[in-house]
């Protein structure tokens, strides 16, 4: 077996040249003796948290044990290089089948998944693969390593440990590029649209704000998930203009029209992309003037794993937003891998805990635990806390008597269009919400 050395790597030295040397060679053998290759691509999932959590010397020995563990997991002509930061190639020769491919993709996960014991600590850490398989799925090189990195980001969009690449992923991937084609258009013809979610003062029974959400009603497949348009504008970069554009539709119809009372706010979702770009703050802070809105009643939601996947810029960009007198709240909290000496420091003033914890936190003694958990932590750090997720009136009293400030979810409201919103707030909503929150 070649195993090539793991000593701490200096970027330099990553070895995707000796990976296309290596492929030549062993596609050309392929060829000569009509037999097949895999390359297998495996990136670690948030390794980048190990190294700012734990620094890189540990870093780079858990790095270590990766490559030994799936070089332990290969047979003896095959190879592990490693190619970027957290993220190695496989090559396995003299392949019998696609479905080895397969079995050794789920040795080599199962391998890297084993806690790693480094510096006195035990560390997980959670390896993505995508496989291609030469001849069945490429003719050349380039095109190979194309289908193993593709099958890789098939894995992560459907969150899936591994992927295998083939016909399906291919339609994916034609798929998704459809999709991101018909964003850019759907963008210039403004087939967006905001709904809003009203949020609720657990402990009053008012409405405290609502939360804007982004709504796309494709020509031929209609309704498409955010989560799923999002994710693809991420990838395109359209996920700039999408945020802008959400926040200049909500600040207008809030300050605008339909503002339902003084200290209401509205709640606006910022991609973690958006943390890296030098014009998000000058931007908000000309919508928030061109609007005429109050910036204290601005909440912009950031999810906690976009915080903590590189704090120091998050805590950059969100004390300027903080200066300017906007508030900022950390989305989707428990799901993400919070430092609490950095959530000390972040100038954000609410957590939402993640709906998985409230959905079913009745019937859920675990869930309930954790709930009251967040509670806890938010007030010790003098912040308010949402819980969304709220389906029923049993996690709406048990929200209530555990101290919870602020609620959303389809038992008070579904998320709506303006106009449905309108008609929610004139008709019985605060009576609506009073005898919810009894
Ligand atoms: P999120 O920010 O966590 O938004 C809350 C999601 O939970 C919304 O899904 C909402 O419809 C849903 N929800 C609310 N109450 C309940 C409930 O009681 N039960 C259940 N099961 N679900 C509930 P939605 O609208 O599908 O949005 C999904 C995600 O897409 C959002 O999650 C957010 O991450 C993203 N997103 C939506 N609009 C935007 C946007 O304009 N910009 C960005 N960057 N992300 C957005
Ligand atoms: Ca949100
Ligand atoms: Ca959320």
Request: aromatic share 6%; proline share 3%; glycine share 6%.
């Amino acid at each position: 077996m070649t195993v090539v050395t793991m000593a701490p790597v200096p970027i330099m030295q990553f070895q995707r040249r000796r990976l296309r040397e290596e492929l030549d060679k062993r596609i050309a053998g392929a060829r000569e003796q009509d037999t097949r290759l895999a390359l297998l691509v495996i990136n670690l999932q948030e390794f980048r948290q190990v190294n700012i959590s734990f620094g890189h010397q540990v870093g780079d020995q858990v790095l270590e044990q990766v490559s030994a563990r799936i070089a332990a997991a290969l047979r003896i002509d095959d190879m592990v290089l490693h190619i970027g930061n957290d993220e190695f190639a496989v090559i396995l020769s003299d392949l019998k089948g696609v479905q080895v491919a397969q079995l050794a993709a789920e040795k080599i996960l199962a391998g890297i998944a084993e806690n790693h014991a480094v510096a006195g600590q035990m560390l997980a850490v959670c390896g993505r693969l995508g496989a291609a398989v030469f001849p069945d799925h490429a003719s050349s090189r380039d095109e190979l390593m194309r289908a193993a990195d593709s099958a890789v980001q098939f894995a992560a969009d459907h969150h899936r440990d591994y992927a295998i690449y083939d016909a399906s992923t291919r339609l994916q991937e034609r798929d998704s590029a459809d999709l991101r084609g018909s964003l850019r258009e759907a963008m210039d013809n403004d087939d967006f649209m905001l709904y809003y979610q009203p949020q609720m003062n657990l402990q009053q029974g008012v409405l405290s704000g609502c939360e804007a959400l982004s709504r796309w009603k494709h020509a031929r497949r209609g309704w498409i998930n955010p989560e799923v348009f999002i994710a693809a504008a991420e990838r395109s970069g359209l996920i700039d203009e999408l945020t802008y554009w959400s926040i200049n539709v909500a600040l207008r119809k809030w300050f605008e029209f339909e503002r339902p009372g003084p200290d209401t706010s509205i709640s606006i979702n910022l991609s973690a992309r958006l943390l890296h770009s030098p014009e998000l703050v000058g931007m908000v802070e000309r919508a928030t003037n061109i609007w005429g809105a109050r910036r204290d009643s601005v909440v912009l939601e950031v999810t906690e794993s976009a915080m903590m996947s590189d704090p120091k810029v998050a805590l950059h960009t969100l004390s300027a937003l903080h200066e300017m007198g906007i508030r900022l709240s950390i989305d989707d909290f428990g799901t993400g891998y919070s430092s609490l000496a950095y959530l000390k420091k972040l100038p954000v003033s609410e957590l939402k805990i993640d709906k998985s914890f409230v959905i079913q936190m009745a019937e859920n003694r675990q869930d309930r635990k954790i709930v009251q958990s967040v509670i806890d932590l938010a007030h010790t750090l003098d912040m308010s806390v949402v819980a969304e997720g709220i389906e029923n009136r049993q996690v709406l009293d048990m929200l209530v008597g555990m101290g919870c400030d602020y609620g959303q979810g389809y038992f008070i409201a579904r998320p709506m269009s303006d106009a449905a919103l309108s008609e929610w707030l004139e008709t019985d909503e605060l009576a609506l919400l009073e005898h919810r929150a009894r």
